[in-house]
Every structure is written in structure tokens, then in C-alpha cells.
Nanobody
């Protein structure tokens, strides 16, 4: 099983980016999917998660109202639309699959991780 994240890059504060993540195995279309982020020296933190049906989503307080998670199960894709980006959003963003829907906001709920994509927001 492979997860491939893409869409990161350099953007000015206030700008937008859309991250994408494809999972190679259709099995994980029946599990929660999540996005986490990490900066050097800090723990990986929760950003957003979505149930397999797409009906339930969770967001970290720091991104609520600015970020939107979505998924396309037919294409095994999950997306993270990021608007009104701030320098504090600078991090490597990781997508995760195989998540338990009872604890979608927890890192330990996910069985598979992508390689990460770097998002840099300049002030």
C-alpha cells in the first residue's frame, strides 16, 4: 500500500494551496483518512480528518474555517484545500489512511502514511 501526497509548495501569506493524496489500494476507501503536519523538533499534529462516507469531518482549531478536507472514494483520493494560509501553517503535511473512525483525530488511529509534502508560507 502506498500513499502519494502532492500539491505542496511556496505561497505567500493569505494565499491558497490544495493538497492531494492518492492511496494505491481500494481497501482503504472504507476507512477514515486524515491530514497531519509536522515541523522540525515538534510532534506530528492533527490537521483534519474525514470519515469513509465523507459525512463526518474534524478540524484542528487552528485551521477551522480556513481548511477543507474532502475525498473521492472512486478515485481513492483525499484532498486538503487550504485558504488564508499563515506562516504558522508552514510544515510538512502528511496524509494518512486506514484510520479508525472512532478516533480520527489521533495519529495512532492510522495504519498507513504518505511521504509528506512541504508547505511553506512566507510572510
Amino acid at each position: 500500500v502506498q500513499l502519494q501526497a502532492s500539491g505542496g509548495g511556496l505561497v505567500q501569506a493569505g494565499g491558497s494551496l490544495k493538497l492531494s493524496c492518492v492511496v494505491s489500494k481500494r481497501t482503504f476507501s472504507r476507512s477514515a483518512r486524515g491530514w497531519f503536519r509536522q515541523i522540525p523538533g515538534k510532534e506530528r499534529e492533527f490537521v483534519a480528518a474525514i470519515s469513509w462516507s465523507g459525512d463526518v469531518t474534524f478540524y484542528a482549531e487552528s485551521v477551522k474555517g480556513r481548511f477543507t478536507i474532502s475525498r473521492d472514494n472512486a478515485e481513492n483520493m483525499v484532498y486538503l484545500r487550504m485558504n488564508s494560509l499563515k506562516p504558522d501553517d508552514t510544515a510538512v503535511y502528511y496524509c494518512a489512511a486506514g484510520g479508525s473512525e472512532s478516533s480520527m483525530r489521533s495519529r495512532i488511529a492510522y495504519s498507513h502514511w504518505g511521504q509528506g509534502t512541504l508547505v511553506t508560507v512566507s510572510s
